[in-house]
C-alpha cells in the first residue's frame, strides 16, 4: 500500500529564536539551516524578513537548499491595501521559496489585539495570500490561536482557515499558539477541520505548555493534519515549541505511523539524528538534555545488574528501538560493547583501521572514558579524538614543543588618555634543534596566545600558513569551587575544511591553550608534515 507523505515544517530559527536566551547570528543560523537541509526536512522557516537585521540579511540573497525556505510575516495591516503595507512587500521581497503569513483566528484577538472587524480581518487574509501567490510563492497561514478560537466561536476560526484555502494557500496551519489544549481536543477540532478542508493542506503547530507539543501533533496527525512544524530539541518561546527531534523517530520508528506516512528523512539521515541535536546544543553553548527521549545520553543508559546481562543478551528486552537507528548508542557500565564498536567505526572512519581485538581500542576507549568524566567532550571535537587516537596508536610525529608560554593582562591609558585592556603573550617554543621565541599582542589573552604560537613554527610554519580559529566556545561545568572551564575551538583552513578540539583545565588560559594546540597538530598531521 502506498504510504501517505507527511511534510515537515522546521521553526527553528523563526519561533525557536524566541527562546528565553537563544541569540542567533546569521551564521549559526546558515549553519542549522544546512543541518536541517541535511536531515531531509521539508520547510525551513528561517525568520522575519524586514523584521532584523539578520533576518533581513539571511532572506537578501538566494540560500542554495533542497528544503523550501520559509519567510514569516504577517498579514496585511488592518485599513491597508497589500501594496501599501511596508512590512507586507517586505515579505514579497524576500528570497524565499514560500511565505507563512500569520493570521489571527479568535475573534477575541480581532477585537482587542488588532481593533478591528472580522470582516477586515478575513479581507487582510485574502488580499495577502493573493499577494503572495502573484509573487510565485507557496504560501501557508498560521492560524494564530486556532483552537482557543475554535472553542470560542468555531465560525469565525474555520472562516479563516477557509478563506485561506479558498484563495490557494498550499497550507493552513491550526496553531495552539498559548500551548494549553490538550490531545483528545486537538484530535477531535483537527477532525472537525478536515471535514471542511483537506487534510493534506492541513499543519499542526504545537506548543509545549502543557507538556504534549509532540502529542497534540501526533492527534492532529491522527486526525488528518499531513504536515508537521516544530522545532531542533523542542526550542521556542515559554515552555518550546513541539520537538521534531522526538516526533521523527516516532514517525519513522513506530509502525502505527510508520506503515501509514513517509517523510523526507531518509534512514540514513535518522542516523544522524543525535549528531544534529548535539549540534545545536553545542551552537547554543548549551548543555544537551541527557535524558532528552531518543537522543539523550541516557536515553539507552542501563545500569549494572540484570537488565544489563539480559540486554547483552538480546537488546529488545530493554529498549523500545534500537539505539544506532537514531545515532544514539547504548551504555552500559559493567563491560562496554556498543562504546568499542562505536571506537572502532570511529577508527574505521578516520582512516586509522585496527584489528577489533587489538588491545589498544580497549586502552582508548578507557582514556576516552576518563577524559570525558573530567570534562572532555570528543562527540563535539572530532579533531582531538583523532589526535588521542593517533597518539595510542604511535600515529603523530613530535613537531614541536612549548617550553613556556606567559600570557599578561595589562589596563592602562594609552597614548592618547583613553583607557585600554592589552594583552600580550610570549611563546617559546623549541623546533628540531632551534629554540624560538615568538611575541604577539590580541584583543584577549587567547587571540594574544593564539597569534604568538601561530607566529612561528619554524619549518612548520609554512604547513600552518592557511589556519584560521572561527570559533570558540567557553562552558563552565560543575559550577562552585570544583569548576573546571572546557573550551571548544573551531578551525578552518585553505581547502575548506573545519574540525573541533577541545581543552580541559580549572584554567581558561591552560584549557584555550590545548585546545589551540591539538588544532595546530591536527593540521600538521592533516597536511602531512614530515616528522
Ligand atoms: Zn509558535
Known sequence: MARERLYLFDTTLRDGAQTNGVDFTLADKLTIARLLDELG?????????????????????RRAMK??????????????????????????DAHADAICFVAKSWDYHVRVAIETTEEENLASIRDSVRAAKAKGREVLLDCEHFFDGYKAKPDFALACAQAAYDEGARWVVLCDTNGGTLPHEVERIVGEVCEKIPGEHIGIHAHNDTEQAVANTFAAVRSGARQIQGTLNGLGERCGNANLVSIIPTLKLKSEYADKFETG?????????????HAVDELLNRAANRHAPYVGESAFATKAGIHASAIMKEPATYEHIAPERVGNRRKLLVSDQAGRSNVLAELERIGLAVDKDDPRVIRLLDEVKEREAIGYAYESADASFEL????LLGKVPHYFEVEKFDVNVEQRNNAKGERVTVSQAVVKIKVGGQELISVAEGIGPVNALDLALRKDLGEYQSYIKGLELTDYRVRILNGGTQAVTRVLIESADETGDRWTTVGVSANIIDASFQALMDSIVYKLVKSGAPA
Open 41 to 61: 526536512i521539508d520547510y525551513i522557516e528561517a525568520g522575519y524578513p524586514g523584521a532584523n537585521p539578520i533576518d533581513t540579511d539571511f532572506f537578501s540573497e
Open 67 to 92: 528544503a523550501r525556505l520559509t519567510a514569516f510575516g504577517m498579514t496585511r495591516r488592518p485599513g491597508r491595501s497589500a501594496s501599501n503595507d511596508p512590512g507586507l512587500v517586505a515579505l514579497l
Open 265 to 277: 528523512v531518509s534512514d540514513e539521515a535518522l542516523g544522524r539524528l543525535a549528531r544534529v541535536s
Open 388 to 391: 588521542l587516537a593517533r597518539r
